[in-house]
Each structure stands twice: as structure tokens, then as C-alpha cells.
């Protein structure tokens, strides 16, 4: 089955630094990546996503690439805020597939100080 | 349109009871998945339901089970709960399943002692 490994497990930041976060995946089957942010105490929410057929998606903040060839993607968050404060966990899935499995990696979290 | 929502959000039970819990997904999706979330062991899959039918099961032991309704409402149930099940169970809804984004329910905290 799918095996999803992110890095690092804590990160912390100074409110405006860039933070990234790495994941790997390895089933070359999967081609749907999305992010999810959870706050302590609240819901897993979906922050981006991407597809196999694209490299680099933005929103504002928030990019996300993919190197299907590395089978790795990454989060990029710029010029973060203590809002951005939560654990993000990255996921890979086999769409098109007949079924939806996200499988997980364990998540990061991440700390901006002001 | 409403969120994903389940019931209870919290429960306590002791070792050997079992335990259902409930999922409401958005209007219009038919597919449900539940995931178990410890701090160890992160998110891990359970299993997904489409149109009242078990599409996909996860690694878990043959004490968890669910079912889906008609309405695509979704109920999981832990047999001979263990103290290792103590866990947040939520549960993701999807229009089909395929390759789409799943929106999370607030989750059902359990606790066993």
C-alpha cells in the first residue's frame, strides 16, 4: 500500500520567515495531493491541493509542487503569521481509482513566533 | 450547505463495551470515510462507504465496522473496545470519491477506560 513520509515533525519559524514542508510518497499510482491544516481542537481543514498532471499550484501564501519523478511534494507558506500556527499533514491518493483513500503523513507542526 | 457533522462529540466508555458512532455528510455527497487520529499513530484510513456499499478497508481489526444509509449517513462501530482505541474518529465526506477534496466532520473524542 501507500506510504507517505513528512519532515520535519515541529517546525518553528519568526513571524515573516518562509516555512516548507517536505513529504514523500510510494505508490506511483497516486495522483492526488492535498494539504490539510488542523488546529488544536478543531477538524482537519483543507488548505490546497494538487494534481499529477500539474507541478506548482499557488493561493496567495500557499504554494504547493510536486515532483512526480522524486515522487515528493512540498508545502511552501511565505510570510507567515501566528495564525498560521497548526499541524499540517500532507496526503496522497489514488483518484480515478473507483475508491478514495487519503493516506496521511504524520504531520508537522508548525509555530510562528511573533 | 451544512458541514460534515457527527454525534457524539464525546464519549466515554470502559474496556469491553462497544460503542457506534455517527457521521453526517454534506448534502449531495455520497461518499464517507473514517479515519482513527491518535498522537502516535496520526490519521489512519478505517474505511469508505459509497452508495450504502464498503468500497475500501483500511488495516483495523474486524472490531470496526460501519454501514451507510440510503441518506448516505454513515455509522461506525467498535466491538470489545480496548483501552488502545481511545482515539478522535473522524469521519470525511466526498461527492463520489474520486480523487476529491474530503471535508472533515468536527470529529467524536473517545475515551476508554
Known amino acids: 500500500g501507500e506510504n507517505v513520509e513528512q519532515h520535519p515533525s515541529t517546525l518553528s519559524v519568526q513571524e515573516g520567515d518562509s516555512a516548507v514542508i517536505k513529504c514523500t510518497y510510494s505508490d506511483s499510482a497516486s495522483n492526488y495531493f492535498p494539504w490539510y491544516k488542523q488546529e488544536l481542537g478543531k477538524r482537519p481543514q483543507l488548505i490546497i491541493d494538487?494534481?499529477?498532471?500539474?507541478g506548482e499550484k499557488k493561493d496567495q501564501r500557499i504554494a504547493v509542487t510536486l515532483n512526480k519523478t522524486a515522487k515528493h511534494f512540498s508545502l511552501h507558506i511565505t510570510e507567515t503569521q501566528p495564525e498560521d500556527s497548526a499541524v499540517y499533514f500532507c496526503a496522497a491518493s489514488q483518484g480515478n481509482s473507483g475508491y478514495s483513500t487519503l493516506t496521511f503523513g504524520k504531520g508537522t507542526m508548525l509555530l510562528v513566533s511573533p | 450547505k451544512a458541514g460534515v457533522t457527527q454525534t457524539p462529540r464525546y464519549l466515554i466508555k470502559t474496556r469491553g463495551q462497544q460503542v457506534t458512532l455517527s457521521c453526517s455528510p454534506i448534502s449531495g455527497h455520497r461518499s464517507v470515510s473514517w479515519y482513527q487520529q491518535t498522537p502516535g499513530q496520526g490519521l489512519q484510513f478505517l474505511f469508505e462507504y459509497f452508495s450504502e456499499t464498503q468500497r475500501n478497508k483500511g488495516n483495523f481489526p474486524g472490531r470496526f465496522s460501519g454501514r451507510q444509509f440510503s441518506n448516505s449517513r454513515s455509522e461506525m462501530n467498535v466491538s470489545t473496545l480496548e483501552l488502545g482505541d481511545s482515539a478522535l474518529y473522524l469521519c470525511?465526506?466526498?461527492?463520489?470519491?474520486?480523487?476529491?477534496?474530503?471535508?472533515f466532520g468536527p470529529g467524536t473524542r473517545l475515551l476508554v477506560l
Open positions: 494538487i494534481r499529477s498532471n500539474v
Open positions: 470525511a465526506s466526498s461527492q463520489d470519491g474520486q480523487g476529491e477534496t474530503q471535508y
